[in-house]
Nanobody
Framework: RVTLVESGGGSVQVGDSLRLSCAAT????????WAWFRQGPGKRREGIAA????????YYTTSAKGRFTISRDHAKNTLYLQMNNLKPDDSAMYYC?????????????????WGLGTQVTISS
């Protein structure tokens, strides 16, 4: 397990950018799969971006591709999600997650550690 704390959410306008951060501490074993999920009002939690540190592979859902970028600073043990050209449908609680031996990188069930989330609200 690991403790994950998200930050960087807020209320912005359509077309603006935000960068979310997820600080990881208290590792009990190595983790190599990191992801961002989100859950909008009345919706299921969905995976939007994932990173496998073994080979640097990244994975994005269709709605995130081309607008969002996932990255990780190994020295700081921090995961990031750069979000550009934000839209009202991007409004949600955003969660970071970590796991090991992940096969399906955007599937919620694959991850064992979760943060409490940071709220993102996009207004038009």
């Amino acid at each position: 397990r690991v403790t994950l704390v998200e930050s960087g959410g807020g209320s912005v306008q359509v077309g603006d950018s935000l960068r979310l951060s997820c600080a990881a501490t208290q590792f009990t074993y190595p983790l190599n799969s990191w992801a961002w999920f989100r859950q909008g009002p009345g919706k299921r939690r969905e995976g939007i971006a994932a990173l496998y540190t073994g080979d640097g592979s990244t994975y994005y859902t269709t709605s995130a591709k081309g607008r969002f970028t996932i990255s990780r600073d190994h020295a700081k043990n921090t995961l990031y999600l750069q979000m550009n050209n934000l839209k009202p449908d991007d409004s949600a609680m955003y969660y970071c997650a970590a796991g090991r031996y992940v096969a399906e990188h955007l599937e919620e069930r694959e991850y064992t550690s979760w943060g409490l989330g940071t709220q993102v609200t996009i207004s038009s």
